[in-house]
């Protein structure tokens, strides 16, 4: 049971540059969230998704896309990317039906330069 | 506006005396609470939760948190502090209606001297 894993760990982008940033889980969660932290501050939602096919904003969408295929799989895309992006960024899952809490990955840490 | 709030960005404490970080909340109905710790570099752990029953919730690694609804807080505690506690502390509670997002606190820096 590898709970929620994220890759890569690392990445530089270059401005204007594109990528993915993967999430899989292995826990059959419904519930599925990508976050962003910026250095020293707390976490702000970016997307959510409470199942296959179904997704919603957060906090702060602008600049990202996401998609759930499957109830283990929720990519965060990235378009066009900004200075303002670079952030370590953390996908989480969690179970409507209990237990409540979320579960988080490594995170991916991403420089745009 | 539902909020959390932790009032304090740092908290120093010597190691072996007990330690309290502080956790406020406003949110509509019945929250649901958690603490989440982040070592450097590190994901979010989950330390605790209330959801309901006992105001006083046992959490992993010694930690405990008090519900009180008076003054809607959930703090959390240790009655003996370590070094090796020293990291980011996050409150978050849940909010109703909402397809289960959860309201995050800024996190509190735990610095734990020998």
């Known amino acids: 049971n590898a709970g929620v894993t994220q890759t890569p760990k690392f990445r530089i982008l270059k401005i204007g540059q594109s990528m993915t940033l993967q999430c899989t889980q292995d826990?059959?969660?419904?519930?599925m969230y990508w976050y962003r932290q910026d250095p020293g501050m707390g976490l702000k939602l970016i997307y959510y998704?409470?199942?296959?096919?179904?997704?919603d904003k957060g906090e702060v969408p602008n600049g990202y896309n996401v998609s759930r295929s499957t109830t283990e799989d929720f990519p965060l895309r990235l378009e066009l990317a900004a200075p303002s992006q670079t952030s370590v960024y953390f996908c989480?899952?969690?179970?409507?039906?209990?237990?409540?809490?979320?579960?988080f990955g490594p995170g991916t840490r991403l420089t745009v330069t | 506006a539902q909020s959390v709030a932790q009032p304090e960005d740092q908290v120093n404490v010597a190691e072996g005396n007990p330690l309290t970080v502080k956790c406020t909340y406003s949110?509509?109905?019945?929250?649901?609470l958690f603490w989440y710790v982040q070592y450097p570099n590190r994901g979010l752990q989950f330390l605790l939760k209330?959801?309901?029953?006992d105001n006083l919730v046992k959490g992993s690694y010694g930690f405990e948190a008090e519900f009180n609804k008076s003054q809607t807080s959930f703090h959390l505690k240790k009655p003996s502090a370590l070094v090796s506690d020293s990291a980011l502390y996050f409150c978050?509670?849940?909010?109703?209606?909402?397809?289960?997002?959860?309201?995050w606190g800024a996190g509190t820096k735990l610095i734990i001297k020998p």
């Open positions: 989480a899952s969690s179970s409507p039906g209990g237990p409540y809490e979320q579960y």
């Open positions: 826990m059959n969660h419904n519930y």
């Open positions: 998704s409470v199942g296959a096919g179904i997704t």
């Open positions: 949110v509509s109905g019945n929250p649901y």
């Open positions: 209330y959801i309901t029953g």
């Open positions: 978050a509670v849940r909010v109703l209606d909402s397809n289960y997002q959860l309201i």
